[in-house]
């Protein structure tokens, strides 16, 4: 299958720092990028979602100055969380769909805010 | 109001011991419904796409089945090294092509 990068694994950040996570599909061209956030047990939430070129589509709840995404190429999404608090930690994953419908997903971020 | 839901929620098995999940969905206008395996800490790993009722893939020791409300994926003499959760998700056709996901079935292989 095709390959998604996700960096860094696990990051631990100071409260009121800001954090940001890339995503590179490394042998396709990724139209679309999603943001996910799984928390313990749970299973995965769609925060938003991208395509390149243009503003990312948020989710209902998910606020969007706080959580800045980034699709400038075909094959790189960022994901910046901004003035991070400890209720922010969580597992981040992203995924990278592109001509196909199979979305492919990166190994997830492992954020801790203290 | 569109749903994926997967169960049992855990599922232990002895190793040899053949068992089915299952993902049961009600979304209108499916346009593909997903398995992915995900191991602790890491993301979901892409498994089988299914997009017509009637429709098999198989890998290995896993074989994924697709009705027109349900799929189920077959695990047949699994292995100790088969213990993940399984995830299945769908897309139901929005303008982003967005996933719908279940909260998973975790399976624990006991050798």
């Known amino acids: 299958g095709a390959v998604v990068s996700q960096h860094p694994s696990w990051v631990i950040c100071k409260s009121g720092t800001s954090v940001k996570i890339e995503c590179r599909s490394l042998?396709?061209?990724?139209?679309?990028m999603f943001w996910y956030r799984q928390f313990p047990k749970q299973s995965l939430m769609l925060m938003a979602t991208?395509?390149?070129?243009?503003?990312?589509?948020?989710e209902q709840g998910v606020e969007k100055d706080k959580f800045l995404i980034n699709h400038a190429s075909l094959t790189l999404s960022t994901l910046t969380v901004t003035s991070a608090h400890p209720e922010d930690s969580s597992f981040y994953i992203c995924?990278?769909?592109?001509?196909?419908?199979?979305?492919?997903f990166g190994q997830g971020t492992r954020l801790t805010v203290v | 109001e569109d749903q994926v839901t997967q169960s049992p929620e855990a599922l232990r098995l002895q190793e040899g011991e053949s068992s089915s999940l299952n993902c049961s969905y009600t979304?209108?206008?499916?346009?593909?419904l997903f398995w992915y395996r995900q191991d602790p800490g890491k993301g979901p790993e892409f498994l089988f796409t299914?997009?017509?009722a009637g429709e098999e893939k198989e890998k290995e020791r896993l074989k994924a089945t697709l009705t027109k409300k349900e799929s189920f994926l077959h695990i047949t003499a699994p292995k100790p090294e088969d213990s993940a959760t399984y995830l299945c998700?769908?897309?139901?056709?929005?303008?982003?092509?967005?996933?719908?996901f279940g909260k998973g079935t975790k399976l624990s292989v006991k050798p």
């Open positions: 042998d396709f061209q990724a139209t679309t």
């Open positions: 995924s990278a769909r592109g001509h196909l419908h199979e979305a492919f």
């Open positions: 979304v209108s206008g499916l346009r593909g």
């Open positions: 998700a769908v897309n139901y056709g929005g303008s982003q092509g967005n996933l719908i």
């Open positions: 299914l997009y017509s």
């Open positions: 991208s395509n390149e070129g243009s503003k990312a589509t948020y």
